[in-house]
């Protein structure tokens, strides 16, 4: 595999959704959300910092708003290739994809689950990313952004996959600059619009391996000592339906007899040992929650 390949995989993942016939409302949304995101990276986006140069990054901490925004980038990054060879006096086999590794940076500072570091670390290798992560003393966000750009000085604009339905989200842009407080630089914006429902319903569509987190409950993952199973999951509190039940038995290349099975990374054996004691399926899946407002009710 390469960078190339997995773009175009990516690629066929979202064509092949918005080619779907699904009439459920959230597919439809979705394809909706999917389509903005696309018009911003291949228009406003990609037109202003040449996705094949060093002035634009991708911000990366392995959680599900994040890897879906890298499906999307890749998916568009491929795109924007094909067009260009597309327009080329030169025949398609003289030209090779730009990228070996995409820029990505992961600020490492909270404690967080071994089960998240590990799946950090097998995207790292699956999507071929050139992570730089951040040394691992406790500074604050803006800090270590700027030690960042002290090792990647041509960085111009970062891609960040924060919704509106975020804490201080509500009045975000798709591109904008950084606010005072923080080095200069670009912010890249294209999930904002996205609601939980759309999140998952492409990730799970994506028949991608996600982090094993997010099927024992969790809907939002922060650090260690600050994150629960969501407790509006909990099976002892309401009678849950799974809401993409469609996205899973139609996943992008699944295989008959993995029809209802979604892809997640293993428990590390520290995560499980630290949830000892709660039995394994106390809690529905995280894509059992949709609503917005609930998504951090086991954050503290
Ligand atoms: P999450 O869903 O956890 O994160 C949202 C997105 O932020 C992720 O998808 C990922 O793209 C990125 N991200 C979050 N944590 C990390 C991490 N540890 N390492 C790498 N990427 C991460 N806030 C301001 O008030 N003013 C600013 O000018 C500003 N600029 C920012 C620039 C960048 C590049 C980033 C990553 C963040 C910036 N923020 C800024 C903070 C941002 O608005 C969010 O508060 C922050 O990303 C945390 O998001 P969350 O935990 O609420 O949601
Ligand atoms: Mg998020
Ligand atoms: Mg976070």
């Not at 891609?159 to 975020?166: C, F, Q, S």
């Not at 892809?263 to 809690?283: H, M």
């Amino acid at each position: 595999m390469t960078l190339a390949e997995v773009a175009e995989r990516c690629y066929h993942i979202t064509s092949s959704y918005l080619a779907s016939s699904s009439d459920s409302a959230i597919v439809g949304s979705t394809k909706e959300a999917l389509n903005l995101t696309r018009r911003y990276f291949l228009q406003d986006v990609f037109t202003q910092w040449n996705p094949f140069s060093k002035k634009l990054s991708f911000s990366y901490n392995g959680g599900k708003d994040c890897q879906v925004l890298l499906i999307l980038y890749l998916s568009c990054l491929w795109e924007f290739f094909a067009e260009s060879v597309g327009s080329s006096q030169y025949p398609a086999q003289y030209h090779q994809f730009p990228l070996r590794f995409l820029p990505t940076v992961y600020i490492n500072q909270t404690e967080t689950f071994t089960t998240l570091e590990n799946s950090i670390e097998s995207t790292r290798k699956r999507y071929f990313l050139s992570v730089y992560e951040s040394p691992q003393n406790q500074t604050s966000m803006p800090e270590a952004f700027k030690k960042f750009l002290d090792v990647h000085p041509q960085t111009e604009a970062i891609v960040i996959g924060i919704r509106h339905t975020d804490p201080f989200g509500s009045d975000l842009d798709c591109v904008q600059k950084t606010d005072k407080n923080w080095p200069t630089f670009m912010r890249i914006q294209p999930l904002l619009h996205w609601k939980l429902a759309n999140v998952w319903s492409l990730l799970l569509y994506s028949n991608e391996e996600i982090c094993g987190l997010y099927e024992t409950g969790f809907t939002s993952i922060g650090s260690i000592n600050s994150t629960v199973p969501n407790p509006f999951l909990k099976k002892s509190h309401s009678d849950l339906q799974n809401p993409f039940q469609w996205e899973i038995e139609n996943a992008f290349g699944k295989r008959k007899e993995d029809i209802n099975k979604v892809r997640v990374s293993k428990l590390s054996s520290a995560d499980v040992q630290l949830f000892a004691g709660c039995s394994d399926d106390e809690y529905y899946p995280g894509w059992y929650l949709v609503d917005d407002s609930l998504e951090r009710a086991g954050r503290s």
